[in-house]
């Protein structure tokens, strides 16, 4: 950046520091609006949101924004609500940081919960299991279409595929999702250091065999349900999830299903498409197990536990982390870690795929909706919707 980028930028800063009060209904009415009609992920909320903070009201410059967006991706936790709590917080001060995050992660939160409700009441009934039977397929392809979508700024560089590989490898060996991903930022935070990353050798690779002492978090088999380790389970995962909210999905089956075993892989299936089908971030689907697990108050707490690390992190560290990614060693940790995030992701997917690809109607349902995402771009949240009427179709003509 150059020094009249420098200027403008540091203006932008002053700017946005200056007069927090007046501008909380503004920040506020914005994220609500967002978070309430958005739909189609985190790459969509952020494109929207740079539209309306930079091209319309002018809040920020292009170059601050990038910086938000460099130092969401450097920290754990959902990438649009951290830029949500971001933007509030330069626009409005620490109350504007509260409160978008709030506006902009209520809607969601509240629709899942209206949609666990029902799915407690009404779950059992056949009819809504065959509008589940056909949308868990589409939810699969979705995530099929996520991974390859993430991934393609690996296929340039052999070295990040193979640590991909590597990690997927070690996770159907059973080695803790945590200690792969952090084993995986440090894997190529040592091969950048010893200087083979360009060079394309799989020093970082070899490793990660030697980090499962990293396993320490989740250790504890299964237990009876407690609202205690809920929380603690779901304030874990807000403090450890990089990349994008599919990746939630890996630390949902490994913690919820395999550890505790408070969750069957049916019941998380029906828990994504519910967060699939609501506006603002894919997290809200902790707020479904919530509560098909603990009621209110379990709704409650997971989704203060996943989401209260972000709120955290943005308002300690945020002001810094923007110069750290200018680093060497913080870039290559960042791209380690979302490696391993993707290579997490696309094993869970394979195993719930098991579960949700049972039969040719599904089998052909999957593949429709990854043709319709890759060719015409359709947005997941219509795919869910047409997987549902498909399987009510197929009910009553079977």
């Not at 990038?66 to 951290?82: C, F, K, R, S």
């Not at 056909?134 to 979705?142: L, W």
């Not at 091969?191 to 690779?205: D, F, I, K, M, S």
């Not at 029906?270 to 603002?280: I, K, L, N, R, S």
Request: charged share 10%.
């Amino acid at each position: 950046m150059g020094a009249e980028g420098k200027r403008e930028h540091s203006d932008t800063i002053l700017e946005a520091s200056a007069g927090n009060r007046g501008r909380l209904p503004s920040v506020s009415l914005f994220f609500l609006r967002l978070g309430a009609t958005a739909f189609g992920g985190p790459a969509v909320y952020i494109a929207m949101m740079r539209d309306e903070v930079v091209s319309r009201r002018r809040w920020l410059t292009d170059a601050h924004f990038l910086d938000l967006l460099g130092a969401t991706n450097l920290i754990p936790g959902p990438n649009a609500a951290e830029m949500a709590m971001h933007i509030g917080r330069l626009r409005a001060g620490w109350r504007g940081l509260v409160l978008a995050g709030l506006c902009f992660t209520a809607p969601a939160t509240a629709i899942t919960l209206a949609f666990a409700w029902s799915y407690v009441r009404f779950g059992s009934t056949p009819e809504l299991s065959w509008v589940l039977y056909g949308v868990k397929p589409i939810v699969i392809g979705v995530m099929i279409h996520a991974i390859f979508s993430l991934s393609r700024p690996m296929m340039s560089r052999p070295l990040l595929l193979l640590l991909g590989g590597s990690v997927l490898a070690l996770y159907f060996l059973g080695i803790n999702e945590i200690a792969l991903l952090f084993g995986a930022g440090l894997a190529v935070v040592l091969g950048t250091g010893l200087g083979h990353l360009r060079a394309e050798r799989p020093v970082a690779a070899f490793a990660l065999p030697g980090l499962p002492w990293l396993a320490a978090a989740g250790a504890a088999g299964a237990s009876s349900f407690s609202l205690g380790v809920l929380f603690l389970t779901f304030l874990k995962i807000g403090c450890i999830l990089y990349g994008s909210g599919y990746v939630l999905i890996t630390f949902l089956r490994t913690d919820f299903v395999d550890r505790l075993g408070w969750l069957t892989e049916q019941q998380l299936l029906d828990a994504v498409a519910a967060g699939q089908v609501t506006p603002g971030p894919l997290l809200s689907t902790v707020t479904f197990i919530g509560y098909i697990l603990g009621s209110w108050p379990g709704a409650l707490l997971a989704t203060i536990g996943v989401f209260l690390p972000s709120f955290a992190l943005v308002a300690v560290a945020g002001p810094l982390i923007p110069s750290l990614r200018r680093l060497p060693w913080t870039a290559a940790l960042l791209d380690g870690v979302s490696v391993g995030a993707l290579a997490l992701m696309a094993g869970v997917t394979w195993q719930l795929g098991r579960t949700a690809i049972v039969d040719v109607p599904t089998a052909v349902l999957a593949v429709v909706g990854i043709i319709l995402l890759l060719r015409l771009g359709v947005n997941p949240t219509w795919l869910v919707l047409l997987g549902g009427a498909s399987g009510f179709l197929i009910r009553v003509v079977a």
